[in-house]
Structures are given as structure tokens and as C-alpha cells.
């Protein structure tokens, strides 16, 4: 079992960056693809950027490309959400994710097997 727990989220004015973390519990957590998910209310959780098992390989969705980058730390358990140039439409509730057996871009909720609490990201004009 991996238990997640993201931190780093709050309110930055647009422009501005923020860096999510997120640290898990467990001994398998290299055995684990990765992903950060966003949701805004009343909408469906989205992938926003996934990494391998071993931090080699990296997805980005189009809306965060070139401004956004996960990477991992397997000794320390970790995978984390550099985000840079926010924009106002990047103001959503961010989860990081675990997947036993997909695809480090895989795009379904249901490829996830475990998931953090969320953490809120605001970006003010």
C-alpha cells in the first residue's frame, strides 16, 4: 500500500511559480509511474504531467508544456510539480497519482491506483 501527500500549493499572482511535492510512504514507491492530475469544480480531473518509474521518461499535457516539469526523487520518495509562467487557468485543486501497472502517460483516472488528498494552486491576476 502507498500513501501520498502532496504539499506546496497556495496563491501566487500570475506570472509567478510554485513547486508541488509530493512524498510517499512504503518501500515500492520505484515501482511506481507518477502523475500529477489537476480538477477545477464541476470538472473532470485531467492529467497534467506524468514520469516513469524511473524518472527517464516525462509526459506533459499541451497546456502545460514548456512551463511545467515533474520530476522524482526514488531515494527520497518523492515526485514533484515545478510550475512556472501560472496563469489564471492553471488555478485548480492539483493530485499526484500512482500507478502500479500503466503507463507513465496514461490519461485515464482509473489507470491510478492511489492518489494524495489534492492540494489547492490559485493564481491571481
Known amino acids: 500500500q502507498v500513501q501520498l501527500v502532496e504539499s506546496g500549493g497556495g496563491l501566487v499572482q500570475a506570472g509567478g511559480s510554485l513547486r508541488l511535492s509530493c512524498a510517499a510512504s512504503?518501500?515500492?514507491?520505484?515501482?511506481?509511474?507518477m502523475g500529477w492530475f489537476r480538477q477545477a469544480p464541476g470538472k473532470e480531473r485531467t492529467l497534467v504531467a506524468g514520469i516513469s518509474r524511473s524518472g527517464g521518461s516525462t509526459y506533459n499535457s499541451d497546456s502545460v508544456k514548456g512551463r511545467f516539469t515533474i520530476s522524482r526523487d526514488n531515494a527520497k520518495n518523492t515526485v514533484y510539480l515545478q510550475m512556472n509562467s501560472l496563469k489564471p487557468e492553471d488555478t485548480e485543486v492539483y493530485y499526484c497519482?500512482?500507478?502500479?501497472?500503466?503507463?507513465?502517460?496514461?490519461?485515464?483516472?482509473?489507470?491510478?491506483?492511489?492518489w494524495g488528498q489534492g492540494t489547492q494552486v490559485n493564481v491571481s491576476l
Open positions: 497519482a500512482a500507478a502500479a501497472n500503466a503507463y507513465y502517460g496514461s490519461t485515464s483516472v482509473a489507470a491510478y491506483d492511489h
Open positions: 512504503g518501500r515500492t514507491f520505484s515501482s511506481y509511474a
